[in-house]
C-alpha cells in the first residue's frame, strides 16, 4: 500500500473516531463512542517522577503474586495488531501491547502515510485520541536536548481496534490497552551526540523496567512485544533482545508474572535481521 492510500486510511479512521461508529462490511452500524470515550478518559500521562511510588506498589503486587509457572515466549513473525487479535482469538483477555512510539509527535506520521510500526497503530484503532491529548509527553521530549529522549509514556486501556493488517474494517471490534513508549534513537544518538552511546544501554534497560512494571501494575499477563526502537531508530536487536531478557527472563522478579510475552516483529528481509536475535534469545535459550 502506498503512502497516499495509508494517508487517507488514516484520515477516516480519524472520521470514525470523531462520528464514534463505522458501517462494517455487512453495513451493520458498529457504535464504539462509549468504549472510545472510556479509553481516552482513562488514558495516563506517567512521568519519570511518578515511577517510585509505581515501583513500589510493583513490588508488593510481586510479593503477593503466587505464581510459580514460567513466561510462555513466541516469537512470531506478524504485526503488534495481528498478535492482538491472534491471542483474542485463542481466548486471550487484557492483552497490553507496545507502542513503538515517537517522541514528539502522537502518532508519528500516520497522517502523512507513513507505515512504522506506531502509525499501523494509529491508523487501525483509537489510540490517537488517547495519546495527542498528553501535551505535556511530547513537550517534554521536544525540550530535551537528546534523541535518548525522556522515560515519560501514556498508558491507555481498551482501546478500540477497528481494522486488520489489510486495513479493512473489522466486523466487530476488539480491545487491547496500549503503553506508548519512546525508544533511543540510536542513530542519532550515535552520529550527532556520541558522547551519549554508553547511556544508550541504561536509558533503553531503564525504560523497559517502566514499562514491565506499567503492565504488572494493571495486572496484564499477556505482553505484546517486539524489536523495539529497531527500524528508523537502529537499536541493534541482539541488544534490545538482551535488554527485555534481563527481565523477562532467568530469576527476575518479573520472569514469573507474565503467562505469555509475545514479540511479534514483522520482519520480511531475506536475512531476519530483526526477528532471528528474538527467536534465538526467547525460543532457543528459554527452551
Known sequence: MNRSKRAKIARETLKILEDGFYFNKRNERINIEEELKYAVKHSIHYKPEMFNELFSKRDNILNQDSSSSKTDFEVTNETTLGAVRRQINEGQENILCLNFASAKNPGGG???????????????TGMYPCISQMNAYYSSNKKYKSALYTDNMIYSPNVPVLRDDRDELLDAPVFTSIITAPAVNAKVVRNREPQNTPRIKPTMMRRIEKILSLAIIYNHKILILGAWGCGVFKNNPSQVAEYFARYLMGKSDFSRFFNEVVFAILDKTKAKRNIAPFEEKFLNESG
Request: net charge neutral; aromatic share 6%; hydrophobic share 40%.
Open 110 to 124: 500516520f497522517l502523512k502515510g507513513s507505515g512504522a510500526q506506531e502509525e499501523s497503530l494509529a491508523r487501525a
